[in-house]
């Protein structure tokens, strides 16, 4: 009878290890060891208020600005740059310094204002565009034309 128990707690230690074994490799395999593909990558788009079509030089006008995310991503940080192509005049975000053409410049959040302040008589085109740091862009065209003063 002792022979009997004692083959039954020999075989049920190897039941239990086999057990625990057997636990353990379903655990290492069911580990994936890829990162984690997290989406930080949103697309967005800018939407702006409606502008005056007509701008007298040293006249000054505001455009509003907001960029509408797709998704949400705590890390995204917006930047804008501009390039001038048609007349002349200075571009400015806010009490900033004037923006210098083709120069990145950090934005203060995802609803902002940009003042352009005329420096000619003739038309005037400029572009602006804004980027994300994932390498997303969207460009806004502005025209004006230039209004007569005299009357």
């Known amino acids: ?51 005056p079509k007509e701008i007298t030089k040293g006249e000054t006008v505001e455009i509003r600005c907001k960029i509408l995310r797709k998704g949400n991503y705590e890390g995204t940080k917006y930047n804008i740059r501009y390039f001038q192509f048609d007349g002349q005049g200075v571009l400015r975000c806010g009490d900033a310094p004037p923006y210098l053409p083709n120069d990145l410049y950090p934005l203060p959040g995802e609803v902002f204002r940009l003042y352009y302040t005329s420096g000619s008589v003739v038309s005037q085109s400029f572009d602006i565009w804004v980027g994300d740091n994932f390498g997303n862009e969207k460009q806004v065209n502005f025209q004006f034309s230039g209004k007569n003063t005299e009357g």
């Open 1 to 51: 009878m002792n022979a009997i128990i004692k083959r039954l707690r020999i075989r049920r230690t190897y039941f239990f290890a086999m057990l625990a074994m057997l636990m353990i490799g379903l655990v290492m395999t069911a580990c994936n060891r890829e990162p984690l593909d997290i989406k930080r990558d949103f697309p967005f788009e800018v939407s702006v208020m409606p502008v």
